[in-house]
């Protein structure tokens, strides 16, 4: 399985970007899927997932502003980010977890500043 993140970029604060992760070598109707993020100097943590059956979380810092979507005919997850704050800035991970495999995509550096 091979997942391909892209989407990020440069923007200002409160603007908006869209993250992408193509997913292929498998179908990730059953798999958890989920949106990572690791700032500079910090650890890795969990913004959004979509379990199993459908159910989506995210991180209290981005409620209400990041909404996770899957698209299961071309097997590609989203991240819609709206009113982005410099905090935001990150690289983003897309994860793969189906069983024991786990398997994590390449990052797509977001990056919030004026």
């Known amino acids: 399985v091979q997942l391909q993140a892209s989407g990020g970029g440069l923007v200002q604060p409160g603007g908006s970007l869209r993250l992408s992760c193509v997913v292929s070598?498998?179908?990730?109707?059953?798999?958890?899927m989920g949106w990572y993020r690791q700032a500079p100097g910090k650890q890795r943590e969990a913004v959004a997932s979509?379990?199993?059956?459908?159910?989506?979380r995210y991180v209290d810092a981005v409620k209400g502003r990041f909404t996770m979507s899957a698209d299961n005919a071309n097997n590609t997850v989203y991240l819609q980010m709206n009113s982005l704050k410099p905090e935001d800035t990150a690289v983003y991970y897309c994860?793969?977890?189906?069983?024991?495999?786990?398997?994590w995509g390449q990052g797509t550096l977001v990056t919030v500043s004026s």
């Open positions: 070598g498998s179908s990730f109707s059953r798999a958890f």
């Open positions: 994860r793969f977890l189906v069983g024991g495999y786990d398997s």
């Open positions: 979509i379990d199993t059956i459908g159910n989506k």
